[in-house]
């Protein structure tokens, strides 16, 4: 499929799921299982993400190894972000420890 | 009374904060988005056309795993899913408004303008409560927020008294005012920049790396952190599924841990006579 067009229908299905209840349903209330479901869609669907890509390799492996030095840096990094909370700190500790993991042939 | 542009200009300043998270995280997300195929014109057109970066992270991530256009609306619509959350919350807010200009600005809802204008809407409901109280002589000692106000008792029940949904639109426009331009700039330098970044700086890492950031501050909920295992360990075991469907199951699979936790630890806390409900 055209990328372009891709694009316009996932910021209209986006725009269809925020004017859902402020300018569509109004007063009406959302199913019972998908109220209680859709807070666990971020935890769910970003660590899902962010494990994957951390383990993966160039060639779409997943290397669980001790010489895939993005693991190291990211335990880094998520202790900034548990601690911290701030995205400049994560974004900063992380892609250091990156550079000087490779830097030291680890 | 506020006037519309002092509500703006709050929005504003209750928002800019956010600008430091929110400049990395769209340079990031222009950035990835050619690195992992786009070109930089459609990475930047995605950030205002879409204006959601994790799900437009996202939908780049299947779309370099070659998943077909359905697998990836899907993924855009589960990781976007919570902005019915959001939207189901604010409606209240703005009931009386046009459907226009709510559909306009359902459009620039995101987590940063969420989480700021919610805040403010209950300090503005709770002042236009306390200014009817004081109006309808039944103010409790308080400073009377309004004494000129005609001491006519208010017909409505004191819960449903609000603050001018217009005020609070201005509001909205103020937080959105800050988020948009910046969002949108910072993706674009970053989609046009990213192109030039050699290889060997690895700067996709830097994509898990915000993702970080956001998933943290979801952990706090009870439930959230089997759902967060349970997602990311599915992923990783999942990785080979075809057509990024691996991505869509963990996500499921995620989601249906911190359900049925939630649901265990109720019933656990409940049976137990001296359990404390939380």
Redesign the interface.
């Known amino acids: 499929?055209n990328?372009?067009l891709?694009?316009?229908?996932?910021?209209a299905?986006?725009?269809a799921?925020?004017?859902?209840?402020?300018?569509g349903l109004?007063?009406r209330e959302?199913p019972e299982a998908l109220?209680?479901?859709?807070?666990?869609?971020?935890?769910?669907?970003?660590?899902?993400?962010?494990?994957?890509?951390?383990?993966?390799t160039k060639e779409?492996l997943?290397d669980l190894g001790p010489g895939n030095e993005?693991i190291y840096?990211?335990l880094i990094?998520?202790a900034v972000?548990?601690r911290t909370?701030?995205?400049?700190a994560?974004?900063g500790s992380?892609?250091a420890a990156?550079?000087i993991l490779?830097a030291l042939g680890l | 009374m506020d006037s519309p542009w002092k509500s703006f200009w709050r929005g504003f300043l209750a928002q800019s904060p956010f600008l430091l998270g929110v400049v990395p995280f769209g340079l990031v997300s222009g950035l990835a988005a050619v690195k992992l195929g786009a070109t930089p014109l459609l990475s930047a057109c995605m950030s205002f056309i879409v204006y959601a970066g994790t799900s437009q992270l996202v939908a780049m991530e299947l779309f370099a795993q070659g998943a077909p256009a359905l697998v990836m609306l899907l993924a855009v619509l589960i990781v976007n899913l919570r902005l019915v959350i959001y939207s189901g919350a604010l409606a209240p807010h703005f009931r009386g408004l046009g459907w226009g200009i709510k559909t306009l600005l359902s459009y620039a809802l995101t987590d940063q303008t969420f989480g700021v204008t919610m805040i403010e809407y209950d300090r503005m409901d709770a002042a236009a409560r306390k200014a009817a109280a004081g109006a309808s002589g039944e103010g409790s000692g308080g400073p009377v927020a309004n004494p000129t106000a005609p001491s006519v008792p208010s017909p409505e029940s004191e819960s449903a008294v609000r603050a001018d949904p217009r005020l609070k639109a201005w509001f909205y426009a103020g937080t959105v005012a800050v988020m948009w331009p910046v969002w949108v700039a910072a993706s674009t330098v970053g989609a046009f920049v990213g192109a030039k970044v050699p290889e060997s700086w690895g700067l996709e890492f830097a994509m898990p790396l915000t993702f970080t950031t956001l998933v943290v501050p979801t952990l706090g909920r009870r439930g959230a952190i089997p759902a967060a295992v349970v997602g990311g360990v599915g992923g990783v075991l999942l990785a080979n599924m075809p057509l990024g469907l691996g991505l869509i199951s963990a996500s499921i699979l995620g989601i249906l841990a911190g359900v049925l936790y939630e649901g265990w630890r109720k019933q656990h806390v409940m049976q137990r006579p001296g359990g404390k409900p939380e």
């Open positions: 499929m990328l372009w891709l694009v316009i229908l996932m910021g299905v986006s725009l799921l925020r004017a859902s209840m402020m300018a109004g007063d959302l109220r209680r479901a859709l807070p666990f869609a971020p935890p769910a669907v970003l660590s899902a993400i962010v494990i994957s890509q951390v383990l993966k779409g997943i993005r840096a990211w990094a998520a972000a548990w909370k701030n995205v400049v994560t974004l992380g892609m990156l550079w490779r």
